[in-house]
T-cell receptor, first 111, second 114 residues
């Protein structure tokens, strides 16, 4: 059974810092992995999708890396801003097309 | 491009009452998903449709939950009768093989059972 762990569970930082959010998963037989953000009371917004054959994917200030063999993915957020405050969820997708979610990292960026 | 649409956004009912949630996926997305999200947890898959066929409903509590996707577009998720433990957010998502099955989520329906 795929289990997904996200560390840290919560993070509070001043704006401008570069951040690292970690995700580990137990079953490395994944098809791809998505990172999402979720604002309070809202649905999930897809940030990045990284294929199992890729090492990293970038979108603006966000960069996701994937080490499939070791069951790890990392989301880097450069020059954090208060608007980045949200919960970040990682979800590896199994070959059965099922996303398995972690419990997320709650990020607060203060001015 | 319009995103995934869900209604209602909020629903408050008394236990033992029925409730239904509606989802309209992104146009052209053949795969539709219903997820359940409890407070402080990640979403958990309830059911997945490929067009009008339910291909994974192993996590759907079939004694009280049902779903349909007639004509392979809109979908409805129903609970009858609702229990206190069903209070949660119900999320709908859709995807297309043309974009590596990247999943896009709707805003969710927050259900409160009293």
């Amino acid at each position: 059974k795929q289990e997904v762990t996200q560390i840290p569970a919560a993070l509070s930082v001043p704006e401008g810092e570069n951040l690292v959010l970690n995700c580990s998963f137990t079953d490395s037989a994944i098809y791809n992995l998505q990172w999402f953000r979720q604002d309070p009371g809202k649905g999930l917004t897809s940030l990045l999708l990284i294929q199992s054959s890729q090492r990293e994917q970038t979108s603006g200030r966000l960069n996701a890396s994937l080490d499939k063999s070791s069951g790890r993915s990392t989301l880097y957020i450069a020059a954090s801003q208060p608007g980045d405050s949200a919960t970040y969820l990682c979800a590896p997708r199994l070959n059965t097309d099922k996303l398995i979610f972690g419990t997320g990292t709650r990020l607060q960026v203060f001015p | 491009e319009a995103g995934v649409v869900q209604s209602p956004r909020y629903k408050i009912i008394e236990k033992k009452q029925p409730v239904a949630f509606w989802c309209n996926p992104i146009s052209g997305h053949n795969t539709l998903y219903w997820y359940l999200q409890n407070l402080g947890q990640g979403p958990e898959l309830l059911i997945r449709y490929e067009n009008e066929e339910a291909v994974d409903d192993s996590q759907l509590p079939k004694d009280r939950f049902s779903a349909e996707r007639l004509k392979g577009v809109d979908s409805t998720l129903k609970i009858q009768p609702a229990e206190l433990g069903d209070s949660a957010v119900y999320l709908c998502a859709s995807s297309s093989r043309d974009s590596y099955n990247e999943q896009f989520f709707g805003p969710g329906t927050r259900l409160t059972v009293l």
